[in-house]
């Protein structure tokens, strides 16, 4: 039996591996992974804190959970998800496709020529200037940082569902 941080950290590493290769699958078929079709995947980690959120309750909880530690079982499994998913790209976009940022801030710009009418001159050339100060570094910390936000917003909600207090003794 695997204890809470085990089951949290074992779920939350196979969401960061399906997230990986998912981000690998986009890639090989000439698709942007960092890009919108990256969304494809957002179902991916709310299974797996589903999944680690009932397992924690079921048994490293012995069937009972708090809210909280719902919470923290989906948190944390979300936080070993986007950390691994975070390196995998950091590492990829390094050693494998050094030329993937490259594509994808061309698709960034390209976006924000589109929605160029609806900026002033000054903010869209902040806007380009920021887009073209992107680093692998920064995209892979952006995906953790919004993945983390996701995973707690769906930790929230698999808490009160997944919960379980201890019977009352009725005498």
Known sequence: MRSFRQTTMHYGTLSGISLFALFVI????KMNPLGKPSWL?????????????????????????????AWKAGM?????????????????????????????????????????M????????????????????SVAYNDFILKMTGGSLVSFVTAAVYRKKPDKIQE
């Open 118 to 137: 609806f900026f002033d001159k000054k903010a869209y050339n902040d806007g380009v200037d920021n887009i073209g100060k992107l680093t692998i570094s």
């Open 41 to 69: 995947g957002a179902w991916i980690p709310v299974v797996f804190m589903c999944l680690a959120t009932r397992d924690a309750r079921n048994h490293a909880g012995g069937g009972i959970i708090t809210y909280w530690q």
């Open 26 to 29: 986009l890639y090989l078929v």
């Open 76 to 116: 944390m499994t979300a936080f070993f998800s986007s950390a691994l998913f975070g390196l995998l790209v950091y590492i990829f976009g390094r050693l494998v496709a050094p030329g993937l940022l490259a594509i994808h801030k061309q698709e960034l710009l390209g976006e924000m020529e589109t929605i160029r």
